[in-house]
T-cell receptor
Framework: ETGVTQTPRHLVMGMTNKKSLKCEQH?????MYWYKQSAKKPLELMFV???????ENNSVPSRFSPECPNSSHLFLHLHTLQPEDSALYLC?????????????FGPGTRLTVT | GDSVTQMEGPVTLSEEAFLTINCTYT??????LFWYVQYPGEGLQLLLK?????DKGSNKGFEATYRKETTSFHLEKGSVQVSDSAVYFC?????????FGAGTRLTVKP
């Protein structure tokens, strides 16, 4: 498989559940990202990893917990979420971190919190 | 902080019409500028980019020119097709910062 893949594509969870989103990139990139996409709002950057090290955490609530075991895999662990966390969660990767590197996005996980 | 503002949609055009989607930015450094496109049920795909002032990015008939004097990166296409229907995002990156616009939904009718 090529590009950036995300699983699951759809997830419905209750506020007391614990679940994880998975992202895998097959591009040999060094940087990976989590974004939140909500209706009628700009894409929100959540976390950035470069060579498995977290370099950005944009004031994301602790109920979102990222994990990057290697440069090809990225997880987002979810627990005690709120209904306003319902959104499309996008993973992306880039060759490196820097202003000229374009990002390659996965198809996203559509999360619904009930 | 850095930011991107793009025209609100939705935009509805007839096939073969001319398209312009405006994008302006605010940045403290010298950003690279991008246009991404998102088709239904998919993630964002890079459409074109420009990394310095006066550069023109182009792809699939779309063009955008990096205008430092007006801090703009407007997307244009001379003749749109039904298959261009999607959401378009303007974005900027500087060292360690990335910002996206809210997206503009384009619908092209036959």
């Amino acid at each position: 498989e090529t590009g950036v893949t995300q699983t699951p594509r759809h997830l419905v969870m209750g506020m007391t559940n614990k679940k994880s989103l998975k992202c895998e990139q097959h591009l040999g990139h060094n940087a990976m990202y989590w974004y939140k996409q909500s209706a009628k709002k700009p894409l929100e950057l959540m976390f950035v990893y470069n060579f498995k090290e977290q370099t950005e955490n944009n004031s994301v609530p602790s109920r979102f917990s990222p994990e990057c075991p290697n440069s090809s895999h990225l997880f987002l662990h979810l627990h005690t979420l709120q209904p306003e966390d319902s959104a499309l969660y996008l993973c992306a990767s880039s060759q490196d971190i820097g202003d000229s590197y374009e990002q390659y996005f996965g198809p996203g996980t559509r999360l619904t919190v009930t | 902080g850095d930011s991107v503002t793009q025209m609100e949609g939705p935009v509805t055009l007839s096939e073969e019409a001319f398209l312009t989607i405006n994008c302006t930015y605010t940045a403290t450094g010298y950003p690279s500028l991008f246009w991404y496109v998102q088709y239904p049920g998919e993630g964002l795909q890079l459409l074109l980019k420009a990394t310095k002032a006066d550069d023109k990015g182009s792809n699939k008939g779309f063009e955008a020119t990096y205008r430092k004097e007006t801090t703009s990166f407007h997307l244009e296409k001379g003749s749109v097709q039904v298959s261009d229907s999607a959401v378009y995002f303007c974005a900027l990156t500087t060292w360690r910062d990335m910002r996206f616009g809210a997206g503009t939904r384009l619908t092209v009718k036959p």
